[in-house]
């Protein structure tokens, strides 16, 4: 089993930053892929960053040069720096990996979610 803890969420004016981890604890698993998602009131959960394990990385057009996705292997932690926020970030943000199952195939894991505000 994988469970994903997130933290950083919070409120901020428009144009300012915010930093948010995620860690995948309580894991013998290998983690493979992982990134953020994002879900605003009324609206489909929607994709906004991943990285690989190698470090690639790859960003939705709505946040492309204002996000940075990192990753540390050794303690399975990403983050997710958020400069430039505009209110149409505002939502719950979600962590999200996959993991290799011992028996083979692979499992997706989400965390709680962390409410992201951004006023105007």
């Known amino acids: 089993q994988v469970q994903l803890e997130e933290s950083g969420g919070g409120s901020v004016q428009a144009g300012g930053s915010l930093r948010l981890s995620c860690t995948a604890s309580?894991?013998?698993?290998?983690?493979?892929?992982m990134g953020w998602y994002r879900q605003a009131p009324g609206k489909h959960r929607q994709y906004v960053a991943t990285i690989t394990r190698a470090g690639g990385t790859d960003y939705a057009d709505s946040v492309k040069g204002r996000f940075t996705i990192s990753r540390d292997n050794a303690t399975d932690t990403i983050y997710l720096q958020m400069n430039s926020l505009k209110p149409e970030d505002t939502a719950v943000y979600y962590c999200?990996?996959?993991?290799?199952?011992?028996?083979?195939?692979?499992?997706?894991?989400w965390g709680q979610g962390t409410q992201v505000t951004v006023g105007s």
């Open positions: 309580r894991s013998s698993l290998l983690i493979s892929i």
């Open positions: 999200n990996c996959n993991a290799y199952l011992e028996g083979g195939g692979v499992r997706t894991y």
